[in-house]
């Protein structure tokens, strides 16, 4: 049984959440939550907020066979490219530079069976 949870449109580039799902691909959700708890960056929050998602929808999903939120792991994690917020900014003699502000869509899927 697999369930996921996807997160658009995060004001973060994907290159820098990139780091932070190659901690807990593959962990149980106990050990991918603590993890998480305790890592420094400010995405954390957010990618933490994902898999609570996506472990809810993994217990709620199927109601004649519950599942424990101990039996989850993390079966894969993945961050794509979003849309850019594309900004000027002056630069001298009247020219103009382009400021690209990236963002990312997340996905987690969690599952029960082994890999």
């Known amino acids: 049984m697999e369930a996921r949870a996807i997160l ?3 004001g973060v580039p994907a290159t820098k959440v990139r780091q932070l799902i190659d901690l807990i691909r593959g962990k149980s959700v106990e050990e991918a939550l603590t ?3 305790f890592s ?3 995405v954390a929050k957010q990618v933490e907020k994902t ?3 996506a472990i809810a929808n993994g217990i709620n999903k199927d109601e004649e066979n ?3 939120a101990e039996d989850l792991y993390v079966s894969s994690v993945f961050a794509d490219e979003g849309r850019d917020l ?3 900014r002056p630069r001298a003699r009247g020219a103009a530079d382009r400021i690209r ?3 990312c869509h ?3 899927v969690v599952s029960d069976e082994t890999k």
């Open 8 to 10: 658009k449109q995060i």
């Open 35 to 37: 993890i998480l708890r």
């Open 40 to 42: 420094p960056r400010p």
């Open 51 to 53: 898999l609570r998602s």
């Open 66 to 68: 519950p599942v424990d």
């Open 86 to 88: 594309k900004r000027v």
């Open 101 to 103: 502000k990236r963002h």
């Open 106 to 108: 997340l996905t987690v």
